[in-house]
């Protein structure tokens, strides 16, 4: 069974930087495609970042050049780093994957809070 454990969400000011991090508990991880999602408040959950298992990565328009995403497939963990942090990035964030048959899997969320 996919278990994916987010960890590094808080508060922070704007300006200021964040890294989140996503443990997974799946056998064959490198195959996996990984990936960031958001959701504000009465706002739907949209993507932040995907990595593929051959490690092209894809952002959304709003998080471009602030935001990097990176995996480390020998500790099976995926990381999202956040800079330059605005209050509209305030959010729960979710770490996904998505194995080579398109089963889709899902962490609990992390929030992450930007405010002075």
């Known amino acids: 069974q996919v278990q994916l454990l987010e960890s590094g969400g808080g508060l922070v000011q704007p300006g200021g930087s964040l890294r989140l991090s996503c443990a997974a508990s799946i056998s064959i991880f490198s195959r996996y495609a990984m990936g960031w999602y958001r959701q504000a408040p009465g706002k739907q959950r949209e993507l932040v970042a995907v990595i593929t298992s051959s490690g092209s990565t894809n952002y959304a328009d709003n998080i471009k050049g602030r935001f990097t995403i990176y995996r480390d497939n020998a500790k099976k963990s995926v990381y999202l780093q956040m800079n330059s942090l605005k209050p509209e990035d305030t959010a729960v964030y979710y770490c996904?994957?998505?194995?080579?048959?398109?089963?889709?899997?899902w962490g609990q969320g992390t929030q992450v809070t930007v405010s002075s």
């Open positions: 996904h994957a998505r194995s080579v048959l398109s089963n889709n899997y």
